[in-house]
């Protein structure tokens, strides 16, 4: 197991939420989209939708309290203690936007914004301990970190988490790194998520930095015909890779994402 550079237990994505102008919308098209399920969360802890693939917990909808904050999906890092890890991103020149915060008997909460901006939160579980599954279709499969100043954002994520930065392509223009853990080789078993520099076309000067979580699906080119047919946009069409065919989406209320079917691969 990895550990962070002040002793505590790897770190992993853990859990992912959107935030919706309408929850009954996005149940609407997330529950076609992927076979999604829901359950109403705690109401002593406001509205909070869980969403499950069959039966198991997936991923959550939340509805914005805020007209001013965005629609948006949120990806979460596993901690074992939020309040060292707040003081972590502090350190390494981040920004807490909430937290730690208890929520309820559930785990404890921290959202926070990394060395380029990026938003993210941070979990540590108390009865709520995650994805119930990941890495089939209908639950979470990745998540990467698009930003504009690669030295700073891989310095703050070994600082906080202890993650490792692996550049996978040099030379060619494009500046990708995926994340493990100090010490552990870079591979499908200890990889953690990505990163990416916005500085192709398709990222405009005023886009900010952010994250982009991926869904497993069985067929990405029907999840596309899919999101259109519900109201959705591709950002990027489908195209294959070594990590599977995938695509960048927009739900019909503005959050992005991407879907990706792992099966099917540029190499065959």
Known sequence: ?????????????CWADVTLPDVEAGKRFYGELFGWTFEEGDPGLGVYVQAFHEGANVAALAPK??????????????????????????????????????????????LAADAGGAVFGVWQAGDHRGFEKRDTHGAYGWTEVYTRDAAAVDAFYERVFGLTAHDLVEGTGFDYAVWTPAGEPL????????????DEPGFPAAMPAHFLVYFVVDDCDE????????????????????YG???VLTDDQGADFAVVDPARTENG
Do not use: K
């Open 1 to 13: 197991m990895g550990a962070a550079t002040d002793g505590a237990p790897r770190t992993m994505p």
């Open 65 to 110: 309290p805020d007209g001013r904050m965005p629609t948006a999906w949120c990806v979460y890092f596993s901690s074992p203690d939020a309040v060292a890890t707040a003081d972590r991103i502090r350190a390494a020149g981040g920004q807490i936007v909430t937290g730690p915060m208890e929520i309820g008997r559930h785990g404890t909460l921290v």
């Open 187 to 198: 591979d499908p078993e200890h990889a953690v998520g990505g990163r990416a520099v916005m």
């Open 223 to 242: 999840a596309c015909r899919t999101a259109r047919r519900l109201g959705g946009r591709i950002r990027r069409e489908a195209q294959d890779s070594p």
């Open 245 to 247: 065919r995938f695509a």
